[in-house]
């Protein structure tokens, strides 16, 4: 499957993001016409429009501070159509920081946190696809982000927006034994939080510290820092993979 990248650059009236309503940036040589920035309920496929791109390439995400009650109506409305047996749960800070062999340390760990979701962007017609995009340092990590954290990786970072419905932290280190899938060649990949979250949104940088090079040559994440960035990145740069 061949992979497209186009990139472009943050443009914000302020790095806090905190005092942002809007988030936005634009897609340099973009020629694809207008479009909306979208994505799709998993329960129900039910397509929800998070913001926009004009013919310049300008996109805007509009970011609510009243994220926590609209994604509280969306679960509650997935959850009427949800199969027999199956509970929707709104994300903790416990649920979301965490891994399944955690050393880790919470405070207020039942707290609310949700992110944006993945966002697509259609094409001029508002109607198919026309790629997903990422906030990060290198193209790289956008094409493993895009397929589901598969493939090669590289040292960097991506940035993932949340939501928290207080403030809270996670703290701690998670680590997994983790195979590479060349026989039974493994190795220990460890990501640490050092997270403090304030009330409304946050900036959440997972940056890729150390990765492990398998002897066929394939190159996966060995040690992922999870923080807060209080600023937007100065070398960030917002990729779409089609």
């Known amino acids: ?19 942002q309503d809007t988030l936005s940036g634009i897609i340099y040589n973009y020629s694809d016409g207008k479009g909306l920035i979208i994505s799709y309920d998993l ?5 929800y429009t998070w913001g926009k791109i004009d013919d310049e390439g300008l996109i805007t995400i509009p970011l609510s501070d009243t994220y926590l009650d609209d994604i509280k109506k969306m679960a509650a ?19 979301t920081f965490t891994c399944r062999y955690p050393d880790m340390k919470f405070e207020n ?23 997903r995009i990422y906030a990060v340092n290198n193209p790289i990590i956008a094409n493993w982000l895009h397929n589901y954290e598969q493939g090669d990786i590289a040292i960097g970072y991506y940035l993932m927006f949340y ?26 990949k460890f990501t640490i ?10 900036i959440v940088k997972y940056e890729i510290d150390e990765v492990f090079e398998s002897k066929n040559g394939g ?5 992922i820092k999870v923080t807060k960035s209080d600023d937007l990145p100065d070398d960030l740069t917002w990729v779409r993979v089609k």
């Open 1 to 19: 499957m061949k992979t497209t990248y186009l990139l472009f650059f943050l443009f914000i009236l302020n790095c806090q993001l905190n005092d």
């Open 43 to 47: 329960v129900t496929g039910e397509k």
């Open 77 to 95: 409305k997935a959850q009427k159509k949800a199969p027999r047996g199956f509970t929707l749960k709104l994300p903790t800070v416990e649920n």
């Open 109 to 131: 760990p039942g707290y609310l946190v949700s992110g944006l979701p993945d966002l697509l962007l259609t094409d001029n017609k508002k109607k198919a696809e026309n790629g």
């Open 163 to 188: 939501f928290a419905e207080d403030k809270a932290s996670a703290k701690g280190t998670c680590m997994t034994a983790s195979y590479t899938g060349l026989g039974d060649e493994n190795y220990d």
């Open 193 to 202: 939080f050092d997270l403090e979250l304030s009330k409304g949104w946050n």
């Open 219 to 223: 190159i996966f994440p060995e040690v």
